[in-house]
T-cell receptor
Framework: AQSVTQPDIHITVSEGASLELRCNYS??????LFWYVQSPGQGLQLLLK??????LVQGIKGFEAEFKRSQSSFNLRKPSVHWSDAAEYFC???????????????FGKGTHLIIQP | DGGITQSPKYLFRKEGQNVTLSCEQN?????MYWYRQDPGQGLRLIYY???????QKGDIAEGYSVSREKKESFPLTVTSAQKNPTAFYLC??????????????FGEGSWLTVV
């Protein structure tokens, strides 16, 4: 079964500093990887996704992520964070369309990002 | 604007009652999903539906039921058999087809509290 690990429950970063959120996955075949962001009491917004091709993926809001197959990782990065980036971030892995159809995503437990002024 | 609408945003349930959470999408997506979110637990899949009149159990389907009579609607009923229903519920949808790794889009969520 596929699984996702986000090792950091909370991360505190100063405004303007760089950010890296870690994500490790376990999946037997080629993974489809996603990062979502959630503001308190809201739904999830897609930041970026990796399906194939270039392992460095650009997303919205200045975020990027790099897929490293050898490390089973898909870490999210941003060169300079803003106070508005404070939120919960979720990494997810999906197996896409199998013979039985799409069956949703498997999510990590999330990383809570705190921005210090 | 296209999107996924969940209602109500906040719902209170008495012990022993069934409640139904509504989810409507106008994105013309074939697949729809229900997730449950608890603090520190991430999201867990309750049910999903690939097409009208078909749905499958997810990881935590016990105590829940769904229907998919229309493409745009996927209501979730939280039954009295669900012993710990207080949570944040998220509905989602995605396109279907031969493309692998379909992106899933989420609604704004519904808070359910047992009183």
């Amino acid at each position: 079964a596929q699984s996702v690990t986000q090792p950091d429950i909370h991360i505190t970063v100063s405004e303007g500093a760089s950010l890296e959120l870690r994500c490790n996955y376990s999946y037997g075949a080629t993974p489809y990887l996603f990062w979502y962001v959630q503001s308190p009491g809201q739904g999830l917004q897609l930041l970026l996704k990796y399906f194939s091709g270039d392992t460095l993926v650009q997303g919205i809001k200045g975020f990027e992520a790099e897929f490293k197959r050898s490390q089973s990782s898909f870490n999210l990065r941003k060169p300079s964070v803003h106070w508005s980036d404070a939120a919960e971030y979720f990494c997810a892995v999906g197996q896409g369309y199998t013979g039985g159809g799409a069956d949703g995503l498997t999510f990590g437990k999330g990383t809570h990002l705190i921005i210090q002024p | 604007d296209g999107g996924i609408t969940q209602s109500p945003k906040y719902l209170f349930r008495k012990e022993g009652q069934n409640v139904t959470l509504s989810c409507e999408q106008n994105l013309n997506h074939d697949a729809m999903y229900w997730y449950r979110q608890d603090p520190g637990q991430g999201l867990r899949l309750i049910y999903y539906s690939q097409i009208v009149n078909d749905f499958q159990k997810g990881d935590i389907a016990e105590g829940y039921s769904v229907s998919r009579e229309k493409k745009e609607s996927f209501p979730l009923t939280v039954t009295s058999a669900q012993k710990n229903p207080t949570a944040f519920y998220l509905c989602a949808s995605s396109t279907q087809g031969n493309l692998l790794g379909n992106t899933i889009y989420f609604g704004e969520g519904s808070w359910l509290t047992v009183v």
